[in-house]
């Protein structure tokens, strides 16, 4: 996966103006931005047709020392199933917790072979198609609160390569 957006340097010498307080908080409001658009393609990948899990898809954001990051989690009753999908799960043995759950239909049984399932990625290749759209959409939303905080910066040009 490569993406290349140019202007984002002349961006970031805008930014350094700032207090490091409205840095981080324009910084994350930009990143959401980008975030928005890797969650619409990763909720249109979603293989499941419930809906559940895709309506869990939540963005975060996060501001540590400095370092601003944004997340796509998925959250709900369903986020488990996430992980499972995205990478897939092997075959394995499932052994009850309760004895008394040994006894199926009548059945003695010790468990119950899974056979597992195979990945179904979806989040990740929304982050690979969208990456570019994301870059861009992060660039446009600090130039438009750089405008909003009163630098001029409507003289960068942001541009895909």
Request: proline residues 4%; glycine residues 10%; without cysteine.
């Given at each position: ?15 350094d ?37 895709k ?21 709900g ?19 009850p ?39 861009l ?7 438009k ?12 040009d942001?541009?895909?390569?």
């Open positions: 996966m490569s993406a290349n957006v140019k202007g984002l340097k002349e961006l970031q010498a805008f930014l103006q700032l207090p490091a307080k409205m840095e981080a908080n324009i910084m994350r409001a930009a990143l959401r931005q980008g975030a928005k658009v890797v969650l619409s393609e990763a909720k249109g990948n979603v293989p499941i047709k419930t809906g559940a899990l309506a869990g898809l939540r963005i975060s954001t996060n501001s540590r020392r400095g370092v601003v990051t944004a997340k796509i989690k998925a959250g009753k369903h986020a488990h199933i996430a992980k499972w999908l995205e990478y897939g799960v092997a075959a394995h043995f499932i052994k917790k309760k004895a008394k759950s040994l006894f199926f239909a009548g059945l003695m049984r010790d468990g119950v072979d899974h056979p597992g399932i195979a990945p179904k990625p979806f989040l990740r290749p929304a982050l690979d198609s969208q990456s570019q759209a994301a870059l959409a992060v660039g446009e939303a600090i130039k609160r750089l405008t909003k905080q009163g630098l001029d910066a409507s003289g960068v942001l541009e895909a390569s």
